[in-house]
């Protein structure tokens, strides 16, 4: 018998959320903006041509650094591009949390914080939120080898406040302290500006939701120059090519019209808001979000049924089995006729059940 088995790296991976493919699908599962990319994305996407397949991208992704450093009023060398940010903050994990002590973040939070520190064998400690869903600070200056949480937080789109923020990484100035704003743009602000007074802060966003481009996998961080430069020399010694020719410019074109970028996420907050109170007058219960989703729970509904029976009617959302939050359901905003959809099957839904 051979013994290869036990030298074996084994993990439990990230579970990503469905992608079915269902025709006439309402798919409020994954985050994903339900507009489409800029007009001005759509149109180079259409003039590109196949060489643009043949020849290896740019490895310094220049073209799309120089347009997020304008758009964030950066110089480029605080900007760093990868694929989705997921893959920046697996960058980020294995340049910066090398100290041995646990990194800190929430109990409740993205499902992959953890999948990577046990990637990488990264030590960590889950601080509970508090009763109402809320980062509790002070949980954050105790010693460790560097924190990470989302602002907003996801799956709950609850936001700490800048101050708060700015309290955790003043606390932590030996460690990388990384801010996950993945959804930043739908209301919260962001903690960009504090990269010029703190060393250690890093700011990760992404194109995924606000720009509409998670097929593109586009993921960016800022910080200062040197924490750029250990995340490109990170980079340069796994995959010098990581964003292809098509997305590093289909980029550019999403981040230079601002005007569509704007319009698009105040459409999707009214959304948003007009869902909460509908919801809300059914008797469901949520915190306020700053995200495109909205995390909810109805005292007399099951949520495992209920997400049952809008598969059944192919209405997407998300459901995660975890402790505190295992009678939750994560709704994202979709146009204001599709969550007409879902709040009509939901009224059908309690009424059927006898719910009131
Ligand atoms: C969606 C999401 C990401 C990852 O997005 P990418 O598609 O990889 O850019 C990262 N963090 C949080 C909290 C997210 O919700």
Known sequence: MSNWESNIRKVIPYTPGEQPDAKDMIKLNTNENPYPPSPKVTAL???LDSDELRLY?????????????????????QVFVGVGSDDVLAMCYLTFFNSGKPILFPDITYSFYDVWANLYNIPFKDLPLDENLCIVKEDYYQDNGGVIFPNPNAPTGVETSLA????????????????DEAYIDFGCESAIPLIEKYDNLIVVQTFSKSRSMAGSRIG???????????????KYSFNSYTIDRVSMKLGAAAVEDEAYFQETNKKIIATRER???????LGFEMPDSKSN????SHPKINAKKLLAAL?????????FDKPRIDNMLRVTIGTDEQMDCFLAFIK?????ENIC
């Open 57 to 77: 991208p740019d490895p310094k992704v220049q073209v799309l650094v120089d347009a997020l450093a304008k758009r964030y009023e950066v110089k480029p060398s």
């Open 45 to 47: 996407l259409k003039s």
């Open 275 to 281: 869902t909460k109170e509908r919801l809300e007058a």
């Open 311 to 319: 598969r059944e009617r192919n209405i997407y959302v998300r459901y």
């Open 220 to 234: 960016f961080a800022i910080g200062n120059e040197r924490l750029i430069k250990y995340l490109n020399d990170v």
């Open 348 to 352: 059908e839904y309690m009424e059927k």
């Open 164 to 179: 708060d923020i700015e309290d955790i990484v003043a606390h932590n100035p030996d460690v990388i302290c990384i801010v």
């Open 293 to 296: 989703f909205l995390f909810i």
